[in-house]
Structure formats: C-alpha cells, structure tokens
C-alpha cells in the first residue's frame, strides 16, 4: 500500500497532476494544512513527502487536467437518490473509501468548489479545489480512458442563487447597522444548503422576531422578509410563511 502511495503520486505527476499528503482524517500533511496551494508535481519533492510521511493518502489538485464530482452515497441517502436518477455521461469513475463516487469531467472553469449546492452528500472540485486519489489505495475504477464534458445542467445547478430583493411593495426602513444585520440574516438564509433550509429559514425568523422585539423591524416587514428569502431557495411561500409565524410565536412569547 505505501509503495502504491508514492507510485500513484509520481504517476500523476508525470502526467502534470499535482500532488501533496494527507493523512488518513483526509488533513494535508504539508505547510500548515494548505496543501492543495502547495502541490507539487516535483518528483524529488514527491518522494521527499511521502518519505516522512510512508502511509498517506494522495491528493490532488483538481482543475487542472480535471474537476471532481464527489458524490458520498452510502452516508447520504439523498445523494444517493439524486445518483440513481441523475442523467450523467459516462466517465471516469473512481471508487471511493466510503463506498461513494469521484466522477472525473474535463476541466471547465464554471465548475465551481461547493458543498452540498447540488444536494445534500454531493460535492464539486473545481479550480483551487482537491480530492483524494483513491485508485492509489487500489479501489476500483470505471470508464478509465472517458473523460466527459461536464453536463450543462451541473454547471446551471452550481451557479449562486439570484440576490436577494427587498419585499416589495414595503419598503423596509432600518437603521444602517440593523440593516446589515438584516443583510447578514439574509444571506444565510438564500445559501442555505439542501438539507438545511428549513432550519435555517427557522433561525432566520427567530433573529427577525428578535429585532421586532427590539424596535429594529415591524412585525409585518420582518414575516415579508423570511417569506421571501426562505422562497429564494424554494421553500414554499406558505411553508415560509407558517416557519416565520412559528418562530414569532416562540421569540415573542405569543399564545
């Protein structure tokens, strides 16, 4: 397994993949935890590192020759459901420790580093990204001479939500500082993750009430602003709105 380590690094860096080591928890082992931003595709330097360190893992640099769509679905069955449908070309596939999927695509500088954009349990490596190599640890691969495109419709899924607008028709009047707390409440809420946006949009409507309970916000304006950041990331309007009402009622001590 050791002698694969290294050997899988030089590999790739003969073919212009740069490498670094991380530990088994998946930590880069060199420059104070930054390894991606010191990877290397130095051969001397390769075995330098992996003499120190016998037993790491490899990690690559993604979007350089390739981006990474890293799919965990044994521990996310969400991921695991959004795979089994999921319309995707045939590429290079590598199995991973967990049992999920590395899907390799060619390169596209739209392909973005995100964590559970997509859906919960499905994460991208784009540029300045990274991914362990697990062939190294001789896990199988699928479709090792494919390299596809990356579907346009990932690339549509990974783009940032639009920002958010202030409830219209009421124009919200705040102080500047409550204004930026209101933004911050915001953003939090629209990049909520899947799986979190309800909780968030939970969190969201507690911090409203709360700035109701302080004279920052009126009620009415704080309930348009929950409803309408929690629909930015498509939670039901009414849904929204019954989270918003909840939330008043705990923060507020309302019957």
């Not at 020759?65 to 319309?87: M, P, R």
């Not at 392909?111 to 559970?116: G, H, I, L, P």
């Not at 490596?125 to 494919?146: E, F, S």
């Not at 919200?172 to 949009?201: C, F, H, W, Y």
């Amino acid at each position: 397994m050791i002698a694969r380590n290294l050997d899988a690094a030089l590999m790739l860096a003969r073919h212009s993949v740069p490498v670094f080591p991380v530990n088994a928890d998946k930590r880069p082992l060199v420059k104070l935890g930054e390894g991606f931003k010191h990877a290397s595709v130095d051969p001397d330097m390769i075995r330098d590192w992996w003499s120190q360190w016998p037993d790491a893992l490899v990690s690559v640099r993604t979007g350089i020759k390739f981006v990474v769509l890293d799919i965990d679905c044994v521990k996310h069955v969400e991921a695991a459901q959004w795979y089994g449908k999921a319309s995707l070309p045939i590429t290079r596939t590598h199995v991973t420790r967990s049992g999920g999927r590395h899907l390799l695509f060619q390169p596209d500088e739209r392909f973005r580093n995100t964590s559970s954009r997509i859906c919960r349990g499905v994460d991208t490596k784009g540029i300045n990204g990274c991914a362990i190599w697990w062939p190294a640890w001789g896990l199988d691969v699928l479709h090792g001479d494919v390299l596809a495109p990356v579907p346009d419709w990932i690339i549509k899924a990974l783009k940032p939500p639009p920002p958010i607008a202030p409830p219209s028709p009421r124009e919200v009047k705040t102080s500047a500082q409550a204004q930026r707390k209101v933004d911050g409440i915001i953003r939090a809420m629209v990049e909520a993750p899947p799986g979190q946006r309800n909780a968030l949009a939970f969190w969201g409507a507690l911090r409203f009430a709360e700035m109701v309970s302080q004279s920052l916000l009126s009620r009415a304006d704080a309930i348009e602003l929950v409803v309408e950041a929690a629909s930015r990331t498509g939670l039901p309007r009414h849904e929204a709105r019954s989270t918003a009402h909840s939330a008043f009622r705990i923060r507020l001590n309302e019957v």
